[in-house]
């Protein structure tokens, strides 16, 4: 039978992350998170005087970047903090042109290459994302980069560096992990007589629970469907997956796999139907459902690490101040695993070195933007730079240092807890099944959800866009 099967290195080194001090650990977070912007931003400093030199060019350059470091993400201060350091120290200029990671984003990125608008230094996704401005030559491989500049990215370990699907090298420096799992509103869980899910938690007890929270009143699950359904749909097929096969795209609904993809897209269906999301789930955008989440209204919310750092802005009275963070507001909040049911383990996570800073061609060709190319990259993927973004996720980092907790909100470290538990990371299957492929499932969520197209037919057409198309 054919099938494709996504072979680019998936994250390695999640597990690695330590943490010191576990007991008591998450009282000694809430006594200490007013102080953690403070120890960090210490850090962050100590960052600038001991990042690596390269042979940089010295002021006067200006590198157009582009990142997804922006709106909710919860690093992208840390990324404006450290790129205005790295300005300091070599007089050169950032123009920063990052936006929010969405699909108007990824389009964008596209269609900036294909008319010769790209930046100076893109950081940006792996996978079939990148594939037409690597098949392009647009980007310079980091062998090609080491040709020149041998120490460029020596600190990581290439066996964590993602490779291209395109011609299996390596292309972008990848910063921090990313995983996906669920939140959690305690306080909603306390007033709808609920438990918080541990690590055996099964999709019947997930939706024993979501009735119970419905009937006091709560909704269960926030999610946009209408705007963003990314991760129900992923965690709805690893749900008849396992971690060796998750990765791969059926030919059609009639394979295991496949008959697995459909039956997750029911699964989101009953879930709809049972009334367990937002009465405007299809409708809504997904800061819409985040804030219903983070105001009490909805007690779980399925996403990825980087809503760690926006659930604890949102408990801040200025969320751009961490010291304004209110740790008994943040302390309502907890991260577990996903309701399993079928093949995966409840702990088996989504996970990956996902995005990484690339270096394109039209930087390369000029010869002082390409040094200070490399000394920017260098300097943001450096040993000091690197635990600053990757904080409660995870680096490519050969030197991975342990992490103190006095520098950690209560929630991250949560975070931390609940990855240490994990069984396995797999990378996310919609990074591989992309464009058009998914417009039938993700677009067509409503049309699934409300019965006006079967969960059999939308998933075929996105099989029979994905094996038509070159991906």
Same mark, same amino acid.
């Given at each position: 039978m054919k099938m494709k099967k996504l072979t680019a290195t998936i994250l390695s080194g999640v597990m690695a992350?330590?943490?010191?001090?576990?007991?008591?650990?998450?009282?000694?977070?809430?006594?200490?998170?007013?102080?953690?912007?403070?120890?960090?931003?210490n850090k962050a400093a100590d960052s600038a005087e001991k990042a690596p030199d390269t042979e940089q060019a010295q002021g006067g350059v200006e590198l157009e970047v582009v990142t997804t470091f922006a709106g909710n993400?919860?690093?992208?201060?840390? =990324?404006? %903090?450290?790129y205005q350091m790295w300005e300091e120290k070599t007089g050169n200029k950032v123009e920063d042109m990052s936006a929010t990671a969405d699909d108007t984003f990824k389009v964008r990125v596209v269609t900036d290459f294909e008319t010769g608008s790209e930046p100076d230094v893109l950081f940006f996704f792996n996978g079939s994302d990148s594939n037409n401005f690597i098949d392009a030559g647009k980007v310079i491989s980091i062998e090609d980069i080491r040709a020149e500049y041998p120490d460029y990215a020596s600190n990581l370990d290439d066996g964590r560096i993602p490779k291209s699907w395109v011609d299996n090298k390596a292309y972008a420096v990848p910063v921090n992990g990313i995983w996906e799992a669920m939140f959690v509103n305690t306080e909603i869980l306390d007033a709808a007589g609920v438990a918080m899910p541990g690590a055996d938690y099964t999709w019947d007890q997930f939706t024993q629970d979501c009735q119970k929270i419905k009937d006091a009143g709560y909704t269960p699950i926030a999610? /946009?469907?209408?705007?963003?359904?990314?991760?129900?749909?992923?965690?709805?097929? +690893?749900? =008849?997956?396992?971690?060796?096969?998750?990765?791969? &795209?059926?030919?059609?609904?009639?394979?295991?796999?496949?008959?697995?993809? &459909?039956?997750?897209?029911?699964?989101?269906?009953?879930?709809?139907?049972?009334?367990?999301?937002?009465?405007?789930?299809l409708s809504a955008k997904d800061d819409e459902t985040f804030?219903?989440?983070?105001?009490?209204? /909805?007690? +779980?919310?399925?996403?990825?690490?980087? %809503?760690?750092?926006?659930?604890?802005?949102a408990c801040q009275s200025d969320p751009d101040d961490p010291s304004t963070l209110d740790t008994e507001k943040l302390s309502k909040f907890d991260v577990t695993y996903v309701p399993a049911?079928?093949?995966?383990? /409840?702990?088996?996570?989504?996970?990956?070195?996902?995005?990484?800073? =690339?270096?394109?061609?039209?930087?390369?060709?000029?010869?002082?933007?390409?040094?200070?190319?490399?000394?920017?990259?260098? =300097?943001?993927?450096?040993?000091?730079?690197?635990?600053?973004?990757?904080?409660?996720?995870?680096?490519?980092?050969?030197?991975?240092?342990? &992490?103190?907790?006095?520098?950690f909100n209560e929630l991250q470290i949560k975070s931390l807890k609940m990855v240490a538990g994990s069984t396995s990371f797999t990378g996310p299957v919609q990074d591989l099944f992309q464009g058009e492929s998914r417009v039938p499932t993700f677009d067509g969520m409503p049309e699934i959800v409300t019965g006006s197209v079967s969960a059999e037919d939308a998933v075929q057409e996105g099989l029979d866009i994905y094996w038509s198309s070159d991906l």
């Open positions: 992350v330590s943490l010191t001090a576990c007991g008591g650990g998450d009282n000694k977070a809430a006594d200490t998170a007013n102080s953690a912007a403070t120890d960090t931003g993400d919860g690093n992208a201060q840390t =990324y404006k %903090k450290f999610a /946009a469907l209408g705007d963003i359904p990314h991760y129900w749909w992923e965690f709805a097929i +690893f749900n =008849y997956n396992t971690p060796e096969n998750h990765l791969t &795209v059926p030919e059609s609904i009639e394979d295991e796999i496949g008959k697995g993809w &459909v039956a997750g897209m029911e699964d989101i269906k009953a879930l709809y139907e049972a009334g367990y999301f937002p009465e405007n789930t804030a219903m989440f983070t105001e009490g209204k /909805a007690a +779980f919310l399925l996403d990825g690490s980087w %809503k760690v750092n926006g659930i604890a802005s049911k079928d093949g995966r383990k /409840a702990t088996d996570l989504i996970g990956g070195l996902t995005s990484g800073y =690339y270096i394109t061609k039209k930087a390369w060709d000029d010869p002082e933007k390409r040094a200070a190319a490399v000394d920017f990259v260098s =300097y943001m993927t450096s040993d000091e730079v690197v635990p600053e973004f990757a904080q409660h996720g995870s680096s490519a980092l050969k030197n991975v240092p342990e &992490v103190d907790e006095n520098v």
